[in-house]
């Protein structure tokens, strides 16, 4: 079974540039989950994502945003770049009990690694 | 607002130790708790989910606990291998929410 694919890996922006980042789960995995992870704040939630409805958003401005697709697929989007947005962007698969009537399972993709200059 | 804290945030143990890593959380009101373990550069593997409902799991040489009246969650590793070294997070998820709290985790290495 293919893992969760984040593309691309690397990415270098400047400040005000926009960017996407896209996460594509595993096969059957209806939910998505977004998180930044940078040195000084640790791993924060920024959305989550079922059957392409937004359930949950972090506490993020309004520059961070995303969607999905009816294939599952996710991407996420961040306008007008800032320094601080510097980070390890994980994006998980989620496979809920309450939706599968098996155990919750959640695989993380490798991760995109933006660098804002 | 759920926050959860991870101790200690570095621990160098030698070979074959049983070590314990400590998570607390704040709001008991969680619907499970999980352990993941991260290395360098990478994304996050799960290794212990435990409902609320639960006591603990067990995972092979991995065993997680969780009592949630006092807010606190715990990460057994018996016989440690330095292939355990890697940073070792537990994450909340609130009830009614889809997300996870992380803690800042705690570095482990093991010495051969």
């Known amino acids: 079974k293919a893992g969760v694919t984040q593309t691309p890996r690397y990415l270098i922006k400047t400040r005000g540039q926009q960017v996407t980042l896209s996460c594509s789960p595993i096969?059957?995995?209806?939910?998505v989950s977004w998180y930044q992870q940078t040195p000084g704040q640790g791993l924060q939630f920024l959305f989550e994502?079922?059957?392409?409805?937004?359930?949950n958003k972090g506490n993020f401005p309004g520059r961070f945003s995303g969607r999905q697709f009816s294939n599952s697929r996710s991407e996420m989007n961040v306008s007008t770049l800032e320094l601080g947005d510097s980070a390890l962007y994980l994006c998980?698969?989620?496979?809920?009990?309450?939706?599968?009537?098996?155990?919750?399972?959640?695989?993380f993709g490798p991760g995109t690694r933006l660098l804002v200059l | 607002k759920q926050e959860v804290t991870q101790i200690p945030a570095a621990l160098s143990v030698p070979e074959g130790e049983n070590l314990v890593l400590n998570c607390s959380f704040t709001?008991?009101?969680?619907?499970?708790l999980q352990w993941f373990r991260q290395d360098p550069g990478k994304g996050l593997t799960s290794l212990l989910l435990?409902?609320?409902?639960?006591r603990e799991q067990t995972s092979g040489r991995l065993n997680a606990s969780l009592d949630k009246s006092s807010g606190r969650s715990t990460l057994y590793i018996a016989a440690s291998q330095p292939g355990d070294s890697a940073t070792y997070l537990c994450a909340a998820r609130p009830s009614g929410t889809y997300k996870y709290i992380f803690g800042t985790g705690t570095r482990l290495k093991v010495l051969a």
């Open positions: 709001d008991s009101a969680i619907y499970n």
């Open positions: 998980a698969s989620v496979r809920r009990g309450s939706e599968s009537g098996r155990k919750e399972t959640q695989y």
């Open positions: 096969s059957g995995h209806r939910s």
């Open positions: 994502y079922f059957s392409e409805t937004q359930r």
């Open positions: 435990i409902q609320s409902s639960q």
